[in-house]
């Protein structure tokens, strides 16, 4: 077992009858999801809420009950997957390009837990390049602003060279930041960028963090009141 296994397993655990839960994107969330549908073909009932495209197919293939963001009331606990976490459980997401469902639906969530691998854990944000999705019109200016900022910016590509395209179709430019000072600063600057639709700092969007270890144990990680 690796430590994104140990963490996704033991999510399932979290998990209870009756529950609507978003479910994340991601190679951790796999695992959280491959438990889920053992869970669910044993009779525990659940609706899930997905974060992208591709755990709608995951989840779909193994018949977990699926249910859009804007059909459902509200979601009970969120599972998902982190590029950083620190110390504050401040964390970067977007690597699988998923950040913005993953921030509305986290958003729509009364509880929120992440699932790592040990090597997530940071002191400082920031050596993870940071996601930023951006509409594609016009996005050579942001690219520009950022460059003028110090931000390091580069386009995400497909392995063919073509930009990647987030499920809501738009671009992402990736931050390469080195590190972050002051990660709430960073994330209010960017929430004020017109044409930036989202950013991956999520900024006191967890209340738990499963934290797994190439041995198997997960250390866990509350945030504190
Ligand atoms: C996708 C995400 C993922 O949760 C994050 O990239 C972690 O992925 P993985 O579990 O594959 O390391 O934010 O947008």
């Keep these: 077992m690796n430590g994104k296994q140990a963490a996704g397993y033991q999510a399932v655990d979290e998990i ?30 659940v609706t899930g809420v997905a974060t992208s495209q591709k755990t709608i197919d995951l989840a779909e293939n193994w018949k977990i009950p699926m249910e859009s963001l804007n059909d459902v009331d509200r979601i009970d606990l969120t599972v998902d997957g982190a590029d950083e976490v620190d110390q504050c459980m401040n964390g970067i ?4 390009g998923a950040l913005l469902y993953e921030k509305m639906v986290a958003q729509a969530s009364d509880k929120r837990l992440w699932i790592v691998d040990s090597r997530k854990k940071v002191q400082q944000l920031g050596a993870f390049p940071l996601p930023i999705e951006v509409i594609p019109f016009g996005w050579k200016q942001i690219e520009k602003m950022m460059q003028e900022k110090g931000c390091h910016p580069q386009l995400r590509l497909n392995t063919d060279g073509t930009p990647f395209e987030t499920d809501a179709h738009h671009y992402i430019l990736d931050l390469h930041l080195g590190k972050i000072d002051d990660p ?11 044409g930036v639709v989202e950013h991956g700092l999520f900024i006191h969007m967890t209340d738990k963090t499963l934290i797994g270890y190439p041995d198997g144990h997960v250390e866990t990680m509350e945030r504190k009141k």
Excluded: I, P, R, W
């Excluded at 997401?93 to 699988?96: F, P």
């Design 184 to 194: 709430e600063a960073l994330a209010d600057e960017l929430d004020h960028v017109t």
């Design 16 to 45: 209870h009858n009756g529950m609507t839960v978003g479910l994340g994107t991601g190679s951790t969330v796999y695992f959280f999801l491959e438990a889920l549908a053992q869970k669910v073909a044993s009779g525990l009932s």
């Design 93 to 96: 997401k977007g690597g699988g």
